[in-house]
């Protein structure tokens, strides 16, 4: 499989591990958009969200847990960014499931979290919130 992340899982792309089990692997961002950005990955190839098993996307989230607390036990940032992308529309780039976290400092200037609010139309809220309950297995 031509997959970058799971070249870093078989150890033939290097990587500063900073985490590893039977099913996750975290390592520190390449391209840290602060200090301390780290992946939490399966070690299983899945794509996103939609092709991952619970059972491993709940170890990727479990660890993620682990490692938000030590990050901040280690950094002492102000807040911490989640973030997981599915597709490339939502940005995904690498396409092996990744959760990013993003250690914050007040007044870091980074955009990742900056989103436009703008009140939504009630009725519409309602509406799709009943689409999602329907369709909820
Ligand atoms: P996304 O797919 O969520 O947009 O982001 C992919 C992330 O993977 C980026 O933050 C990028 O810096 C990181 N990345 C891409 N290639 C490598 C690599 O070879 N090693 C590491 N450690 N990170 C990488
Ligand atoms: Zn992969």
Not at 27 to 42: A, C, K, Q, R
Not at 63 to 91: C, M, S, Y
Not at 116 to 134: C, F
Request: glycine content about 6%.
């Amino acid at each position: 499989m031509d997959c970058i992340f799971c070249k870093i899982v078989a150890g033939e792309i290097p990587s500063v591990k900073v985490y590893e089990d039977d099913s996750v692997l975290a390592f520190m961002d390449i391209n840290p958009l602060n200090n301390g950005h780290l992946l939490i990955i399966p070690k299983a190839h899945a794509a996103t969200i939609h092709e991952i098993s619970e059972a491993d996307f709940l170890a990727v989230m479990s660890a993620t847990h682990r490692l938000a607390a030590a990050v901040r036990e280690a950094l002492n940032p102000d807040g911490i960014n989640l973030l997981q992308l599915n597709g490339k529309a939502a940005n995904q780039v690498v396409p092996h499931l990744h959760v990013h976290i993003v250690p914050r400092w007040s007044g870091d200037g980074l955009t990742v979290s900056q989103w436009n609010l703008v009140s939504g139309d009630m009725e519409r809220i309602k509406g799709v919130a009943e689409q999602i309950q329907k369709a909820l297995k």
